[in-house]
């Protein structure tokens, strides 16, 4: 009677899909025989009710009669019946979603989705309110960055509703084929998939080819568009020459505009310009001698996408070089080029008025020492500190040097026997030396570089605690130093267009080189961790891990630094996108939010089961309220 219910409401008719089970019904048959054969309490007549024997009579003609009136015999009927027909596995043909009901949901969390629309929200708190419409029984949400996110795997819908109004768009490029093609690998045949994108830009392989490639797989694709406001003027590029910042500013609306640009270093206003832009334009805005710090640089603009309006550079304090110059040569164009060296602040003195040198990352010595000035620079070595001694005339030996001193002798070749940092770019085989030091390493020094007759050119050793570096090649003396008969030119080696390159390699060797590209970086990079460690981002969050990826424009902190990044992605900024970019055959927010249905099997054992432990239940109640348990 309950399957013959159960196929009533689903209209299908009854089906077994292991019609062997019926065979275990048969198990009726000992139940009946037990209770046939079980004994009987002894019956003692008694004349004054024998006028009862003639109903007794009666009874013993329908046998059948006493087992329905027997509670226990029907309960255990009854389970045996049920168990029976559970093994045959019933079921009915009825309706459901195809695959199963699993959605996986994908929103494009790229910079264009932070864009606002008409109506005053963003086009990502548009596509969440969109996506709530479609949820099905399971759903999974991928949040499509330049890498694809999952955020929750198979869950209700209540559950993903949940789920969807905390989540927020991020700063990077959206992969959005990749999504597509996860979302098919985590659903079945007959699943569906919904992106929600502005479709304006994306990185990857073209959105359409994944969607082809998920419903070869019985995958239903649906493309829903989410449209917004299209003004935008943005920073779309930045980089570092020398101690400068350069931006790359574009203008995307038809009309020009003055921007105004306000640059404020460690909290302090620092410059105020404005720009004018044509429609459709590029313009250029430097930041001049940029300071130690974290410096942002900010449009005033009131348009569709604020997260390109900012651009954020960080330069380590520790990059500054404090420099003390010894020389009695004020022209020495070692000087003019250590002076050209980004956030390097040199001083210069002659041999007779040199101050302590404590507090002096390097010194530079181009000229002569007394014994009371070498004692205090070698004391200054072996302290930790940090010494570049360049041949002169009349150099003397020194104990910190690290090569010994012979005669001076005339023209020899240059050559470079070990690479390293001071001579990476450097045409050291150009040069023309027609005067230099004879000179041999000492124990435990190591020569870079080498004349033809063996003669240390450059090199360096450890010195107590400090580094002291030779130079053989003297800076030129005299007031024209590009004379080739002037007798005091060692070497034109100063002529040579890599020679400030060439000593700003020396300062960043000696003192250890600082790369400001390790402070600042894009959207969409990752950075590698030694260890997990808890990170605060620029939204004011915190996360822990030991791959952090970059998807929010602002300074991160990390344990040891903090990090400057920004979006610098012209793509990402043009809210319009682009005819290339842009697909034809997108569906609209008007997609119906039906799913397709399909006939399946729907197994109906379980609810057997279910009934036949619950009379188990009831028998064993039974026995114990007639006292027999």
Do not use: C
Request: glycine letters at 8%.
């Amino acid at each position: 009677m309950a399957l013959d219910l159960l196929s009533t409401l689903y209209g299908s008719s009854l089906q077994f899909a292991n019609q062997a089970g019926l065979y275990a019904l048969l198990s009726i048959i000992p139940l009946i025989i037990i209770y046939l054969l079980r004994p009987r309490p002894l019956k003692v007549k008694i004349p004054s009710l024998m006028f009862l024997m003639d109903i007794e009579r009666k009874k013993r003609l329908n046998v059948f009669r006493k087992f329905l009136k027997d509670p226990l015999f029907l309960i255990q009927l009854f389970v045996l019946i049920l168990t029976s027909l559970a093994v045959a596995a019933p079921f009915i043909m009825a309706n459901e979603e195809a695959g199963g009901g699993s959605t996986v949901i994908i929103l494009d969390a790229s910079a264009s989705m932070q864009a606002k629309t008409t109506l005053g929200d963003t086009k990502f708190e548009s596509a969440v309110g969109q996506a709530d419409k479609f949820l099905g029984a399971k759903n999974t949400i991928i949040l499509a960055e330049s890498v694809p996110v999952m955020v929750i795997k198979e869950t209700s819908s209540g559950s993903a509703s949940d789920a969807l109004k905390k989540l927020k768009p991020k700063a990077t490029s959206s992969d959005l084929s990749g999504a597509i093609l996860l979302g098919r690998r985590l659903l079945p045949e007959g699943g569906r998939i919904v992106v929600f994108s502005d479709f304006t830009s994306w990185s990857g392989d073209d959105p359409n080819v994944a969607r082809e490639v998920a419903q070869a797989n019985g995958i239903i694709v649906d493309f829903v568009t989410v449209s917004g406001r299209t003004d935008n003027v943005g920073i779309i590029d930045g980089w570092f020459e020398g101690s400068d910042y350069k931006l790359v500013i574009r203008n995307f609306n038809k009309d020009a505009q003055n921007v105004k640009i306000d640059v404020t270093t460690n909290n302090v206003n620092a410059l105020s310009s404005t720009l004018s832009l044509d429609g459709q334009s590029n313009g250029y805005f430097t930041v001049s001698k940029l300071s130690p710090g974290t410096t942002k640089i900010s449009l005033n603009v009131d348009d569709a996408l604020s997260v390109d309006n900012n651009a954020y550079v960080i330069i380590p304090k520790t990059i500054e070089r404090n420099i003390l110059y010894i020389t009695d040569n004020a022209k020495s164009p070692s000087l003019v080029a250590l002076n050209l060296v980004p956030y390097t602040t040199v001083k210069t003195v002659d041999t007779k008025s040199i101050p302590s040198l404590s507090g002096y990352s390097i010194v530079f010595v181009n000229s002569p020492l007394s014994s009371d000035a070498a004692k205090s620079l070698s004391d200054y070595v072996k302290g930790g500190g940090n010494a570049v001694i360049i041949a002169s005339p009349g150099l003397q030996d020194m104990d910190l040097l690290p090569v010994v001193l012979d005669s001076i002798t005339n023209k020899t070749s240059l050559n470079v026997v070990q690479a390293g940092g001071m001579t990476d770019g450097i045409s050291i085989d150009k040069v023309d030396v027609k005067t230099h030091f004879k000179a041999t390493l000492k124990n435990g020094a190591v020569a870079l570089v080498k004349g033809g007759d063996e003669s240390a050119m450059l090199a360096y050793w450890k010195f107590g605690s400090g580094t002291v570096i030779y130079s053989g090649l003297a800076d030129p003396q005299g007031s024209n130093i590009f004379d080739p008969l002037n007798e005091n030119i060692w070497n034109d080696f100063h002529a040579l267009p890599e020679y400030p390159l060439f000593w700003k390699q020396v300062i960043e060797w000696v003192s250890g080189s600082l790369d400001v590209s390790e402070f600042n970086g894009k959207t969409g990079q990752f950075i590698k961790l030694p260890a997990s460690q808890t990170i605060k981002t620029p939204s004011g969050s915190s996360i822990t891990t030991d791959l952090l990826l970059l998807d929010e424009v602002g300074i991160y902190g990390l344990s040891d630094k903090d990090v400057a990044v920004n979006l610098y992605d012209e793509a990402e900024s043009n809210l319009a996108g682009s005819p290339t970019v842009l697909t034809s055959n997108l569906s609209t927010a008007g997609i119906p939010t039906t799913t397709q249905t399909i006939l399946a099997p729907k197994y109906l054992d379980i609810y057997l089961i279910i009934a036949a432990m619950s009379l188990v239940f009831l028998e064993l109640y039974y026995l114990r309220w007639r006292g027999e348990l």
